[in-house]
């Protein structure tokens, strides 16, 4: 019987559809709880919930007429929702506010074309504050398959490696973001760095980035806060799976090198052989001499001392994806309860040739060959009861990043006429993050009050960083085996990361008789992260007065560290102790803000108020003579952001408001290590400060239709403290490390244009196409500190600032909608990548021309879809040079690059099916 009755169910539901939506305050876009939408003529209605939302079940397919009621609004019924078997047909809703002064009720009618593009202009037109986003709905038209796709459409914005985010120009130092209203915090160890392609589209809900500041956002951002809310409730049960294979044009079925491999590298997780065994010997034991000589040969002997490089042919990249959602329906008040769950897997192996640096001491050519494997998971569940929801959302992704890389060239500094160097280098990333959410809403107004628990943890680690050197010192001369002491290349590093963020934050809002129509929201947030950062460098070296010792040294790299040359005590084990290599940092942020939107008739509206935030840091390494890094910092932050509604579909906005940037664990910590691949060492600088910044926003907006938009913007920012790496010779080495500038300023505008070519032609081609363009134009200064160091340039832009940012794109449905196509375009004009000292001029990234397509093709009942994408297709170089004043850095009549490799064009090919 209870098959018959699963049975039944299922047929039911193939056989009827749905209609959803949300329900909207049309002036002021708030979702308004307890209206009743329901089918105009019959009993099946239902009421909003918290978050505005309504589901109609048990419908026939075909047409019907919807009907709103609201205290305090106009009735309106929507003709012509159109309902399919087995398909939820989605109505948002603009309730349109009651006039006082009318006699009698006025019913308001619409047909559900007209309904859904009003819909969507409230929320383009009214938000609170100077910001771009894109909808569920846009996201669904397009062909993006991650977060990061998405961010790529939105103005102003520019994915790099899709996890660093660019806003406005401005590099991610000072942009943040936060995913289901928790901080989301960085994968990586040393800079923000949010991989956004973690995210499938099909679970965002919306998208917005918020350029400027209102008293409710987080304080710490200057170019963008990165706004990501995924789906809790579906509207309908569904299965989509997804499996794309790619090509890049420099890398895929090319010779492919690699240090040692285990099968679980493929599900990004090491097999334990890298790392240090748990009976290893202490820094101490090594440092002091205070192993025998057999238990150096056993210590050495539980390293892994496999150095044989392995040739294979690259393999296609790959990538699966698994989504499931289902909604239910409990009681008799429709109660739902939804879940949705992710499971995500890719694998990339990517080969970059050509990879040249040089200065005046040295001149480098190297061969990268990366092996990274992403793994994701993602499960919400949400249960809406009344006026109350319940959230409970959960991330987890975790990658693997495996690097061989092999260099030759020359330095100048040394003897040597040529190098042969290896290094092997994994790492292992983690990062889970759990949310507890509540939303509340009271009585028949919109009073609503908003919780959020949050915790994430990070991990990185790398458990055996190895490098090794072989020089050669006459023309034709053997290449001999650098091991003979320890040195920056020749060492492992072992480095473990582990941080812990806890938040919290409440916010409530209820509407208050002032200027006729206000809402007061006040909240308060904290958040405590602490780290725990520990590194050793280690390594072999050899008796080089061991008559046998020369011999090894001419081995080849497979068998310079064998078990016969350990065995007979040929090499010792060494370390390099600095107490600085381990360090304990914790932060402490708390805020609250109280911030007023008010409505003064029917043209103006001002959001204003005031954010505190207090921030205390404490940071300390083992090393009790160095410095112990402190921050206790008092700040308040007000905002005010202006709009006058000029006409139904046009704002003029203006903003002010304040904002900081905070230094990064990392930056302050003064642990250092040599990076291999900058062929610099990098360091902390404990004396940072945070930077203050001063935000002014102008801002003319058009919405001629939904989904389209005409913009002009004009800004200015100035900086206090600003936080820059420089480059400098310290001991005749480079060294990257970080310094507050003295001031800046940054200035300029920004245009945007997304617009249907209907207007051309009124032909079924050009109205199914849309051409969107965004260019932003930048100017920027910094004013050196007064720290003593004489620098090259006594001015220049701010580091990561871009003089221009152009995004343009097109896109063409056909078909029904069965056939897509999207062309992007992106280039950023040439921006500071570190800044000189005395005596080496800034390092420039060099402006590249970036082309991506994609083409999708709806199949099987457009349940299933294939999609052909193109990503960097013109594979322009990335190039950084050394330029002074905005031109090539010259010495002896010849200019020098820092840094110059190509990725390769990608090409992928993949189908995703929705059960």
Known sequence: ???????????????????????????????????????????????????????????????????????????????????????????????VPAQSTALKEV?????????????????????????????????????????????????????????FVVVRGLSDRYNTASLDGAPLPSTEPNRKAFSFDIV????????????????????????????????????????????????????????????????????????????LARNFPTTDQISLRQLTPNQVIQSINSL?????????????????????????????????????????????????????????????????????????????????????????????????????????????????????????????????????????????????LKWNLGYSNITNDQPDQRKVNYAQFSQGGDYIAQVTNLTKENARLFSKLNEN???????????????KQSTLKVGVNSQYRDRVFNARFLGLVINSNDPNSEDVRLRPISTLFGRNAINAGLYGLDEIQNLTDRYNANSWTNAGYAMLDSKMGDKVRLVYGLRVEKFDLDLATKDPTAQKVKLNNLDFLPSLNFTYSLTQKANLRASYARTIARPEFRELAAFSYYDYELLATVQGTPSLKRTSIDNADLRYEFYPSAGQIFSVSAFYKRFQNAIEPTIEDRNSSPTISYFNSKSAYVYGFELEARKSLEFIDDTKFLKNTTAYANLSVNRSRIINPDDGIVRLEKQRPLVGQSPYVINAGIQHTELNNKLSLNVLYNRLGKRIFLVGGSNYASVWEQPRNVLDFQVGYKVLKSRGEIKLSGSDILNPNYNFRYELDGKPYVISGQGYTYRQYAMGANYSLSFNYTF
């Open 200 to 275: 499938p589209s099909n679970l965002i809900d919306n998208i917005v980035i918020s350029k400027t500041a209102t008293p409710d956002l987080p304080g710490d951002f200057a170019g963008g806060n990165v706004q990501i809310l995924t789906k809790d409730i579906p509207d309908q049960n569904f299965v989509t799976t997804g499996i794309s294979e790619g090509y890049n044009t420099q890398s895929t079925f090319k010779d492919f090198k690699s240090g040692y491999r285990s099968a679980s590298d493929y599900f990004a997780f090491d097999d334990g052989s890298r790392k």
């Open 107 to 163: 019913v308001i009618k619409a047909t559900y074309r007209q309904e859904s593009i009003g819909a969507l202009y409230a929320i383009q037109k009214n938000s609170t504050s100077i910001s771009d986003g894109i909808s569920s709905e846009l996201i669904k038209r397009s062909p993006d398959k991650n977060t990061s796709d998405v961010l790529k459409r939105v103005s102003g914005t520019t994915i790099q490696d899709n996890k």
């Open 304 to 448: 892994n001392n496999n150095f044989t490089v392995y040739n294979n042919k690259a393999l296609p990249t790959q990538s699966y994806q698994l989504t499931v959602g289902n909604v239910k329906e409990l009681g008799a008040n429709k109660n739902r309860l939804g879940t949705t769950v992710a499971l995500t897997y890719r694998n990339s192996q990517i080969i970059v040739p050509d990879y040249i640096q040089q200065y005046d001491s040295y001149n480098y050519s190297s061969q990268q060959n990366k092996f990274s494997t992403n793994i994701g998971a993602l499960a919400n569940i949400a249960y809406s009861f009344g006026k109350n929801k319940i959230t409970f959302k959960n991330l987890y992704n975790r990658i693997l990043d495996d690097q061989f890389t092999y260099r030759t060239g020359s330095n100048l500094n040394t003897t040597t006429t040529d190098n042969r160097f290896y290094a092997y280098d994994m790492l292992e990333k983690g990062l889970f993050k759990s949310t507890l959410e509540g939303e509340h809403g009271f009585g028949e107004k919109s009073t609503k």
């Open 501 to 515: 963020i806890y938040s919290g934050k409440v916010d409530f809002s209820l509407p208050v008789n002032l200027f």
């Open 1 to 95: 019987m209870a098959l018959i009755a699963l049975l039944f169910q299922s047929a039911h539901a193939q056989t009827t559809g749905k209609i959803t939506g949300k329900v909207i305050d049309q002036k002021t876009s708030e979702t308004l709880i307890g209206a009743t939408v329901s089918i105009e003529g019959t009993t099946n209605g239902a009421a909003t919930d918290v978050d505005g939302h309504y589901v109609l079940n048990g419908l026939r397919p075909g047409k019907y007429s919807v009907m709103l009621r609201y205290m305090g609004y106009q009735t309106k019924v929507i003709s012509d929702v159109e309902v399919k078997a087995g398909a939820a047909t989605t109505l948002d809703i603009a309730a």
